[in-house]
């Protein structure tokens, strides 16, 4: 049954803005990127989701799909963006099943709250893979597809949004890892405006600050601190899915035609101020000066 807008998506954007288009997005299970192609193909594209869990890959499509008649959703599982060849065939399934990839979106992201110097070589290493090869890895599977589409297309084609965060601007205790792989997507974005600009592209960022309602927020933001930490937002409030999923359909529909290179911060202002944002409320010297192991401390501060 079709679904009403209004709770995923401004009333703003016209039905069918996005009819005979495709969006490839890995983390496409997760809860920010579920809502934003939720979002885009409520307003007219078909789309495909990529994920490390099968059952939920294809759960979610399932579940994306019933937004509007007709809607196509491939969800494809046993997909892990830290391995190139396997982005490299689920964009060719997409291709083949969907007919093109117009829009991408790079969504997938792993984290845990950890002290640097409870931080293991391959702790950091596993979150640098998955945020930003993972990340390089889907630009680079769907590159030659979205120059294709931008070359097909007088509307708006050949777009790419990379998922990042607000941390690496504000500098955060526990998330040495997060921030330093969501600093060097923000470069990939860039790097990639400039070089395929020319190609037809435009590779931009969005950059959400805690957003209720996402399994990061849940495990990532101290328990119970939510009230808290939206004191430090000056819009009052967590940032909502659809506050994301605005952000989506902003960069790849017409309005967003010269925008390019560029950071789209959906924090409500707080990176501004320095707060709100993951491990806000969480105390500081003490989280990261005790030799205890953090994981424990924190179960029982919980
Ligand atoms: C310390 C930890 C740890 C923890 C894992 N490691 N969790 N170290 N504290 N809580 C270490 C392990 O000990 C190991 O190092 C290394 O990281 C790899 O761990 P694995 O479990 O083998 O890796 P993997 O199976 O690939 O899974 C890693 C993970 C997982 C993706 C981070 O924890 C996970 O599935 N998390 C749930 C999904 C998630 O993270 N969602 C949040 C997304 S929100 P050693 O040395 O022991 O081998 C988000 C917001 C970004 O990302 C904000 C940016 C700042």
């Given at each position: ?15 069918g803005i996005f009819d005979g288009k495709?969006v ?16 885009l193909?409520?307003l007219g594209a ?206 790849f529909s ?49």
């Amino acid at each position: 049954m079709a679904q009403s807008a209004a709770k995923f998506v401004s009333s703003a954007w016209q039905k069918g803005i996005f009819d005979g288009k495709v969006v490839f997005c890995t983390g496409g299970s997760g809860d920010i990127c579920s809502a934003q192609v939720r979002a885009l193909v409520y307003l007219g594209a078909n789309a495909c989701i990529v994920g490390r869990n099968k059952s939920k890959a294809e759960s979610v499509a399932r579940d994306i799909a019933a937004v509007r008649p007709g809607a196509k959703v491939l969800g494809l599982g046993d997909a892990d963006v830290r391995e190139a060849k396997v982005l490299e065939d689920a964009a060719r399934a997409c291709v083949d099943e969907l007919g093109s990839i117009d829009f991408a979106i790079a969504g997938a992201a792993g984290n845990f709250l950890a002290p640097f110097l409870q931080l293991s070589p391959n702790a950091f290493r596993t979150i640098v893979d998955i945020d930003l090869i993972g990340a390089f890895n889907t630009a680079k599977a769907t590159a030659p597809y979205l120059i294709r589409s931008s070359a097909a297309s007088k509307g708006a084609s050949g777009r790419i949004i990379f998922i990042s965060s607000t941390t690496q601007y504000t500098g955060r205790h526990l998330v040495t890892h997060g921030a330093s792989a969501k600093a060097g997507i923000d470069a990939l974005s860039a790097q990639l405006a400039i070089e395929l600009g020319p190609r037809g592209i435009t590779s931009n960022v969005i950059a959400p600050g805690p957003i209720a309602g996402t399994e990061g927020t849940r495990s990532l933001l101290d328990a119970g601190k939510a009230q808290e930490v939206s004191k430090h937002i000056p819009r009052g409030r967590l940032g909502s899915l659809k506050d994301m999923s605005n952000a989506a359909v902003y960069l790849f529909s017409d309005a967003g035609d010269f925008v390019n290179g560029t950071i789209l911060v959906v924090d409500g202002g707080a990176w501004r101020t320095g707060g709100g944002s993951i491990g806000a409320g969480i105390p500081y010297p003490e989280s990261v000066t005790s030799d205890e192991p953090f994981a424990a401390r924190l179960k029982k501060a919980r």
